[in-house]
T-cell receptor
Framework: NAGVTQTPKFRVLKTGQSMTLLCAQD?????MYWYRQDPGMGLRLIHY???????AKGEVPDGYNVSRLKKQNFLLGLESAAPSQTSVYFC????????????????????FGPGTRLLVL | AQKVTQAQTEISVVEKEDVTLDCVYE???????LFWYKQPPSGELVFLIR??????QNEISGRYSWNFQKSTSSFNFTITASQVVDSAVYFC??????????????FGTGTRLKVLA
């Protein structure tokens, strides 16, 4: 049981290049999320998905696209990278019902991947 | 407004000291969830605790304890007898039901804890 994995761990891009970050989870979670972490700003939600084939915008979606073709995978794409997208990207997943907390319904604990460090020059 | 404030940017303590990390949240929702995560120097985010808005009981887990007070909108985290391995950035987060019916996570900016040997 690997939990949440992210590929790649580190990448350097030139301005204007494109790339895709891959997130995979083996916990059969319905929800998946992409965050970016910047110094002094905590984590900010980019996009999220509540199920296979669905995606929605988060707090800072501009410049990113996502796809959830399979339940276990959530892809984050940068079509034309900019230096402002230099950041650490975290993927997370969660279930609808978190049985680990006495079956309390409707709220989820997010489990995070190890992060992808992206540098855009 | 919905917001999580961790006013302490960085705290340094000497090993074996107790330390409290503050978290103050803002929401008008009556149902919400609060979380603490730890981010050690290796970078991953580790889940520590979840508390729902209807459960104000404090919780203790080993050297960790959490004090949830709705009256002051605070969810503070105390480490007793701190150890060097506790050195990390700690994030407090608030989870609310968004307009689409899904849950929305709001993170604080984190508190960096340095425990000196």
């Amino acid at each position: 049981n690997a939990g949440v994995t992210q590929t790649p761990k580190f990448r350097v891009l030139k301005t204007g290049q494109s790339m895709t970050l891959l997130c995979a989870q083996d916990m059969n979670h319905e929800y998946m999320y992409w965050y970016r972490q910047d110094p002094g700003m905590g984590l900010r939600l980019i996009h999220y998905s509540v199920g296979e084939g669905t995606t929605a915008k988060g707090e800072v979606p501009d410049g990113y696209n996502v796809s959830r073709l399979k339940k276990q995978n959530f892809l984050l794409g940068l079509e034309s990278a900019a230096p402002s997208q230099t950041s650490v990207y975290f993927c997370a997943s969660s279930s609808i019902r978190d049985e680990a907390y006495h079956g309390t319904s409707g709220a989820e604990t997010q489990y995070f991947g190890p992060g992808t460090r992206l540098l855009v020059l | 407004a919905q917001k999580v404030t961790q006013a302490q940017t960085e705290i340094s303590v000497v090993e074996k000291e107790d330390v409290t990390l503050d978290c103050v949240y803002e929401t008008r929702d009556t149902t919400y969830y609060l979380f603490w995560y730890k981010q050690p120097p290796s970078g991953e985010l580790v889940f520590l605790i979840r508390r729902n808005s209807f459960d104000e009981q404090n919780e203790i887990s080993g050297r960790y304890s959490w004090n949830f007070q709705k009256s002051t909108s605070s969810f503070n985290f105390t480490i007793t007898a701190s150890q060097v391995v506790d050195s990390a950035v700690y994030f407090c987060a608030l989870s609310l039901v968004g307009t689409s019916g899904t849950y929305k996570y709001i993170f604080g900016t984190g508190t960096r804890l340095k425990v000196l040997a």
